[in-house]
């Protein structure tokens, strides 16, 4: 009897020390290798097994080879993710992951290959036929602009060529043409505004001039109307700048065809649009209203440029030009009004052989005023002896 005690005895210790072999039997490894979208391994990178079940994770690193290994994963579902650093995996910036990965007794494996699921992306792989129809749908449109773009740049380069050569019929046939193939474009509206109203000035007809200046005006104002309309650019400058370029030639389209009001009006949208060419703005401005005889109101723009530029030397010439042209007659001797004689020293001062240097010498003697200007009479240092 005492003998059969001892062997039950032994049977159950051997009965209690069970459960913890068959504890260590109940989990799994993983493994597996991650590659780069070059195909490189990604070494030191970290692999990240999360259990959706009960939340438990696993983070494991890679070796210089890319590879990973791991022994006692408890099985079931899990979210496995890809780092290619340390520092992603810190800052929760993934590579890659795999969603609903089932870990298994015994060995589980789990490559990552990011070059391959870069090309099954592309194929469409692992996607709903909607998701696939979208997909066909956005490269067919992508292939459709790059067609379409090639002959927009085809026509736009043959209508440059041709406006270059003087030849603005062609230049204009060319645009009209790029046009048909999609009128959605601002560049193009703009160019077939510059061609119109090149082609004016070579008009003999007064009838077939204004023509091809209104012709310009509805062209340029397609072309602002599409830049307002366009999605915000990445360099919001550059932008504006261009849209500041478009005002410009309006307002030039206008003037030529004589609506100096609409011209003016455009030059400000020019100038508030890019303050950064305010100066060229209110110059045009003041050409255009000393044309128009708007004696007053030139010397107001041209007074803006000196503001905006003080060293822009043809301005006081033509603040002066204005001027004089509101002098009077106070028996034989010619009286301007204040400010005269300074807008041409100051032009000589700071041109004193530019191209209007003789006539605001001759501006100056009209009025009986000498050349006075500072412009290299600065006083010299005295040398050190």
């Not at 780069?36 to 391994?41: E, H, L, R, S, V």
């Not at 469409?124 to 379409?148: D, W």
């Not at 560049?187 to 061609?195: E, P, Q, T, Y």
Request: hydrophobic share 40%; proline share 4%.
């Amino acid at each position: 009897m005492k003998k059969l005690a001892v062997v039950g005895i032994a049977i159950l210790l051997l009965s209690l020390a069970v459960p913890p072999v068959f504890a260590q039997g109940a989990s799994g490894s993983v493994k597996g290798v991650c590659k780069d979208a070059q195909g490189n391994p990604i070494a030191d990178g970290v692999v990240v097994y999360a259990n959706l079940d009960n939340g438990q994770k696993y983070t494991l690193k890679t070796n210089k080879k890319g590879e990973y290994f791991s022994l006692g994963i408890t099985p079931g579902t899990y979210l496995v993710t890809l780092y290619a650093t340390a520092n992603d995996a810190k800052a929760n910036k993934e590579s890659f992951h795999f969603n609903k990965f089932q870990v298994k007794l015994d060995e589980n494996s789990l490559d990552f290959n990011l070059k391959q699921e870069a090309e099954d992306t592309a194929k469409g792989k692992g996607l709903t036929p909607e998701q696939i129809k979208q997909q066909q749908e956005q490269q067919e449109k992508q292939k459709k602009e790059g067609s379409t773009v090639k002959q927009l740049n085809e026509k736009l380069a043959a209508a440059n060529a041709a406006i270059q050569a003087g030849d603005y019929d062609t230049a204009i046939t060319a645009l009209n043409d790029a046009n048909q193939i999609d009128a959605g474009r601002d560049l193009i509206w703009f160019k077939l505004g510059d061609a119109n109203r090149l082609s004016a000035n070579k008009q003999t007809d007064p009838a077939e001039k204004q023509k091809r200046l209104n012709s310009a005006v509805d062209a340029y104002q397609k072309a602002v109307q599409l830049k307002q309309a366009a999605p915000p650019e990445k360099d919001p400058a550059a932008a504006a700048k261009t849209l500041a370029a478009y005002y410009n030639n309006l307002a030039e389209a206008y003037a030529k065809a004589g609506k100096t009001d609409d011209a003016v009006k455009t030059y400000a949208l020019a100038a508030q649009t890019d303050p950064t060419a305010a100066g060229q703005y209110y110059f045009n401005t003041g050409a255009v209203l000393t044309n128009a005889g708007k004696v007053d109101d030139a010397i107001v723009a041209f007074d803006k440029v000196i503001a905006a530029d003080p060293n822009r030397a043809d301005a006081y010439y033509w603040k002066g030009v204005n001027l004089i042209g509101k002098a009077t007659l106070q028996g034989d001797k010619m009286v301007a009004p204040e400010g005269t004689a300074p807008a041409f020293q100051k032009y000589l001062e700071l041109q004193p052989t530019g191209t209007y240097a003789d006539a605001a010498k001759q501006m100056l003697a009209s009025i009986g005023a000498s050349v006075e200007t500072s412009f290299g009479n600065k006083k010299k240092t005295p040398a050190k002896k």
